[in-house]
C-alpha cells in the first residue's frame, strides 16, 4: 500500500504525455529553423524573389540619397533614422569608399564573423554587414552619394521572413503540444465528470447503480474504492433489512401462535369455572392442562419479549434443540390434540406408537408445531368426517400424515395466512418437514421428523 502511494501511475502518465509533447514541439521547431527556413531563404526557386525586393529598395535609396544630396557619412551613419521603414526591410549593408569606384578585379575575404575587405587596386575597403548574413561582391548595390559610392548588399526582407517563420515554427511547436496534451486533459476531465455523474446518482439514492470507471490510475481506483464501499452499504442494508423482516415475521408468529393455548386455555377454564367435568380425576386433568397451556403462553411471551429486544431475531430462540423420547412425545401431543379434537365434535383417534425412537428438536416448536395444525383442523375440517392420523416409521424418519375433508363454507375471517408458514419454519429448524395437498375436497398435512441417532 505504501509502495503505491509513491507511484502515482496518473503522475506519471500526464508526465510521459508532457515529455511527448514537449518532444513533438522541439521537432516542429527544429524542422522549421533547420529545413524549411534555408530551403526558403537560399533556394534558387526563391532568389529571384529576393533580387527584386533588393533592386526595389536600392533603386528607391538612391533616389532619396540624391534628392537630398547626401555624403557618404549621412548616408550611412543616419540611414536607419532617414528611412527607417526602409531600413526595417532592407537590413542595409554598408561599404565605406573615399575614392571614386573604377576597378577590373575583385577579391572578398572574410574578417571576423559579420565583415569583408575588398580589394579593388590599391585600395581596401572594409564591408560591414549589419544584418548578420554573409556579404558576396554580387549581391552589391552601388548606391551614389555626394562625395563618394556606397553600396547596399543584397539581403533585403532577410530578418522579417526569418522573423515570420520562426514566430511561425513556435506557434507550430505550441499547436503540437497542445494537440498531445489536450486529449489528454479532456479525457482525464471526462473520466472525472463520469464518476462524478456515478457519484450523484448514488448520492440520489440509487445504492444499485454500479460504478465503472476504466483505467488502471489513481482515478479508477478511487472508483474502484467507491464501488467498494456501494457494495459494503447494500449489504448491511441488505443484512438489516432481512433481520428486521424476520424480527418482524418472529414476533407476527409468535403473536398467531399466542392464540391456540390463548383459546384453549379458556376452555379448559370454563369447563372448571361451570363445573363440566365428571369426576375428580377429570377436574384434576383439565386444571393440569390448564396450567400447561398457562407455561406454554408464558414461554410464547418471553420468546416475543426477547425478540423485540435483540437486533437479530436468531437470539430470541429461546432454548437449543435437545435430544428427546419421540414415541413419548408425539404420542403425548397426539392424544391431547385429539382429545381436544373431540370435545369440538370431532372423530380423531390418536395412533400408537410400537417401537421407541429419539428426536433431536425444541419440545416448543413441536408444541406450536400441533397447536397450529390441530388449530387449522377445528377451523377448516368438516366435522361430519373423521380426521385420519396415520403414523409410519421409516427407519431414519417418522411421518405423520393427517387427512380430513375440508369443511364446504370455512370461515377464514380469523385467518392470517401464518399458521401453515409458521409450522414450515418450525419443522425446518429441527430438519423436518411439512407438506400439504388438497384433491377433490381433502386436504392433507404430512409431518416428518427426522430420527437423532447417537454416535458410537
Given at each position: ?151 547596399l548588399a543584397d539581403a533585403a526582407g532577410i530578418l522579417q521572413v526569418r522573423s515570420t517563420i520562426l514566430a511561425g515554427g513556435l506557434l507550430l511547436a505550441l499547436a503540437g503540444f497542445c494537440a498531445v496534451m489536450i486529449p489528454c486533459i ?174 433431536y428438536l425444541r419440545t416448543a416448536d413441536a408444541v406450536r408445531v400441533f397447536d397450529n395444525l390441530f388449530s387449522n383442523l377445528k377451523k377448516y375440517a368438516d366435522p361430519a368426517f373423521p380426521v385420519k392420523i396415520r403414523a409410519r416409521d ?7 400424515r393427517f387427512e380430513n375433508h375440508v369443511c364446504p363454507a370455512p370461515d377464514r375471517t380469523d385467518s392470517h395466512g401464518l399458521g401453515v408458514p409458521t409450522m414450515r419454519e418450525l419443522m425446518s429448524r429441527s430438519g423436518g418437514t411439512l ?22
Amino acid at each position: 500500500m505504501e509502495s503505491k502511494r509513491r507511484f502515482s501511475r496518473l503522475g506519471a502518465k500526464l508526465a510521459g504525455v508532457s515529455v511527448l509533447g514537449l518532444a513533438l514541439a522541439f521537432a516542429i521547431f527544429y524542422t522549421v529553423e533547420s529545413i524549411v527556413l534555408p530551403w526558403l531563404l537560399y533556394d534558387e526557386r526563391f532568389a529571384p524573389v529576393w533580387k527584386a525586393r533588393a533592386d526595389a529598395v536600392a533603386a528607391a535609396y538612391q533616389s532619396y540619397v540624391t534628392e537630398h544630396n547626401l555624403d557618404l557619412r549621412q548616408a550611412s551613419n543616419y540611414l536607419e533614422s532617414l528611412m527607417p521603414d526602409m531600413y526595417a526591410t532592407a537590413f542595409i549593408t554598408a561599404v565605406h569608399s573615399t575614392s571614386s569606384y573604377e576597378t577590373k578585379e575583385e577579391r572578398f575575404s572574410p574578417v571576423g564573423a559579420y565583415g569583408y575587405t575588398y580589394e579593388a587596386e590599391d585600395q581596401i575597403y572594409t564591408i560591414i554587414s549589419k544584418s548578420g548574413f554573409d556579404v558576396s561582391a554580387a549581391s552589391l548595390r552601388l548606391i551614389k552619394c555626394a562625395d563618394g559610392d556606397l553600396y547596399l548588399a543584397d539581403a533585403a526582407g532577410i530578418l522579417q521572413v526569418r522573423s515570420t517563420i520562426l514566430a511561425g515554427g513556435l506557434l507550430l511547436a505550441l499547436a503540437g503540444f497542445c494537440a498531445v496534451m489536450i486529449p489528454c486533459i479532456v479525457r482525464l476531465v471526462r473520466r472525472i465528470g463520469a464518476l462524478s455523474r456515478e457519484t450523484g446518482v448514488l448520492m440520489a439514492g440509487n445504492l444499485d447503480h454500479a460504478i465503472h470507471i476504466r483505467g488502471r490510475d489513481e482515478l479508477s481506483g478511487l472508483g474502484e474504492d467507491i464501488e467498494r464501499l456501494r457494495q459494503s452499504v447494500n449489504a448491511r442494508l441488505e443484512g438489516e433489512r432481512e433481520a428486521v423482516g424476520a424480527n418482524s415475521r418472529l414476533i407476527t408468529s409468535l403473536s398467531h401462535d399466542l392464540r391456540t393455548p390463548l383459546t384453549k386455555l379458556t376452555g379448559y377454564l370454563d369447563i372448571l369455572a361451570y363445573r363440566k367435568y365428571q369426576s375428580q380425576e377429570e377436574h384434576d386433568g383439565f386444571l393440569r392442562l390448564a396450567s400447561e397451556k398457562a407455561a406454554q403462553i408464558k414461554t410464547l411471551t418471553d420468546q416475543l419479549f426477547a425478540s423485540a429486544q435483540v437486533d437479530a431475531p436468531e437470539a430470541a430462540l429461546e432454548l437449543p434443540p435437545e435430544r428427546v423420547d419421540g414415541a413419548a412425545l408425539l404420542g403425548q401431543l397426539l392424544a391431547e390434540e385429539c382429545d381436544g379434537l373431540c370435545r369440538e365434535g370431532f372423530n380423531a383417534q390418536p395412533p400408537v406408537f410400537r417401537q421407541q425412537f429419539a428426536l433431536y428438536l425444541r419440545t416448543a416448536d413441536a408444541v406450536r408445531v400441533f397447536d397450529n395444525l390441530f388449530s387449522n383442523l377445528k377451523k377448516y375440517a368438516d366435522p361430519a368426517f373423521p380426521v385420519k392420523i396415520r403414523a409410519r416409521d421409516k427407519g431414519e424418519t417418522v411421518v405423520l400424515r393427517f387427512e380430513n375433508h375440508v369443511c364446504p363454507a370455512p370461515d377464514r375471517t380469523d385467518s392470517h395466512g401464518l399458521g401453515v408458514p409458521t409450522m414450515r419454519e418450525l419443522m425446518s429448524r429441527s430438519g423436518g418437514t411439512l407438506e400439504t395437498s388438497e384433491e377433490k375436497g381433502i386436504y392433507t398435512s404430512t409431518l416428518t421428523f427426522r430420527k437423532h441417532w447417537e454416535p458410537r
